[in-house]
């Protein structure tokens, strides 16, 4: 519970916290659940962030090996991290070859090898469920809970988990404005894609679009989505900094920029607000300070 | 637990962090303390930092008052702080008074008023003391437990903490090169004081000398001291920052500095390093990153 926070949002916020998970954001969960029930010894990914360093650090966990197929204009700490929790990393220039391609290179090369995406997945959402079993345990019921949105497997993870649960808070997500692909989807009732890779600062959320297997969950299982500004997301970051005492990664704070961005919408309601992670460079993190 | 900080300091490091306790650091522990136990209505004290938070958001949830003596160049976010707990700010030039005068002042206009001292009376170090009461019933024991020492209020209830929960974990106080009045108080086996207050960056270190209460307790209670230089001090924040996403402000970091300044005495030992606050200046913050 945040009662600074709570003051100055209008809301009774109380906020879930992902950045002392291992490896310090909730990717750990999905990875390690993935790593943990897939047969093969051998998984290939591509992240350039949370997912890369989650797998990396679940596989030496479990004696398997991974690779993370990354750009090679990658921030140092993030390949530095990835190698330090054992994994190996394959930079690639993305003008000469996409991700995708190069990871369908390397199981071509290595077909023993499971190929595993960072949400779509039904691992990664069982694996992500178990923050929603988590939540439903707790004494405290809310009103609301806000989750940012990115390609949809923490949220989905979340319905699963509260389903299974019986817990019938409604989910929220947060998603950039600048890429705003599922808000999209849930208003054409089908899914839609962002034009390219959003430059958002929340880097967590640039995916082009849902999983197939994150949609088929949240299209029905979503309350709404929250757009947010990229200020906003900047907001959520200084607010966690002052009033939480919180180091929050931009795509982490999203969920506090949507108390900002709907303000009316959860006034007076009790809400939670997922922090996904904490993973953020100094420099960055500097700048946002500002 | 903390891998990466593990394999980076050679020790078995642990993490009590403080910097998400009520007002942000351990010194509402102190602070409710007092203020439920002493029979007056009004409590006086100087503090330009964390007593004085912890100590009116103890008042407002007691539904007593509080008058809190600063310098009047404190940063203006501890000022709002205060009375948004409801305390009353007493801002002085301390060029004219000092802190310890106005409190005596304040305090002869209200007679029946509390006194109260951020480290030198028994209702605190009881205070402090549930914060070893909570190590003691871990699974995990610790060879050491690293404490930042200021006026040694924190230090003085974890011994005394650990005494009556029977636990034999070694108390090792961290304390500013700058300011190291309770190591040379402990090598001289009498209390020492700093000349003047010193300007090291941990502000809450900042006292001139140990508090006499907590004095009789560490001179026997404490397994020694380490000296910790302000650049061990920057090094521990910035290692927290990057290593364990924990925002901890430069007094909090301290435990870590020292781990840092003696990394011989304690490699391949288990160390819980206590991270005592998180409240820091972002102008500040941002200065420690680079």
Redesign the interface.
């Known amino acids: 519970v945040a009662p600074?926070l709570s003051?100055i949002l209008g809301a009774d916020v109380a906020i879930a916290s992902e950045?002392?998970q291992h490896t310090?954001s909730f990717k750990f969960r999905a990875a390690y659940n993935v790593a943990l029930n897939v047969p093969q010894r051998e998984i290939i990914a591509a992240s350039s962030g949370n997912f890369g360093q989650g797998l990396a650090y679940a596989c030496q966990l479990l004696g398997k090996d991974c690779t993370v197929v990354m750009p090679d204009s990658s921030a140092k700490?993030k390949i530095d991290a990835i190698r330090?929790y054992g994994g190996r990393v394959d930079l690639i220039n993305i003008r000469h070859i996409s991700r995708a391609d190069r990871v369908t290179r390397l199981i071509n090369e290595s077909p023993e090898a499971y190929r595993a995406s960072a949400y779509d997945d039904p691992l990664v959402i069982e694996g992500n469920s178990t923050l929603g079993e988590e939540l439903a345990a707790l004494d405290k019921k809310f009103d609301y809970i806000l989750v940012p949105i990115g390609g949809g497997g923490l949220a989905s993870g979340l319905v699963e988990g509260f389903t299974r649960s019986g817990y019938a808070a409604k989910v929220v997500g947060a998603e950039p404005q600048m890429a705003n692909d599922a808000a999209r989807s849930l208003r054409a009732g089908r899914l839609l894609e962002n034009q390219g890779e959003p430059r958002t600062i929340a880097d967590g959320a640039r995916t082009v679009s849902l999983g197939q297997h994150n949609w088929e969950i949240l299209k029905e299982g979503l309350a709404g989505i929250v757009e947010v500004s990229e200020d906003q997301i900047a907001e959520g970051v200084?607010l966690l900094?002052?009033y939480?005492?919180?180091?929050a990664e931009p795509t982490g704070a999203l969920s506090i920029g949507a108390l900002l961005a709907m303000a009316t919408q959860f006034r007076g309601k009790s809400v939670c607000c997922i922090v996904t992670g904490?993973?953020v460079d100094?420099e960055i993190?500097?700048r946002l300070?500002?």
């Open positions: 600074r003051k950045t002392f310090g700490v330090e200084r900094y002052r939480a005492n919180l180091k904490g993973n100094a993190y500097k300070l500002e």
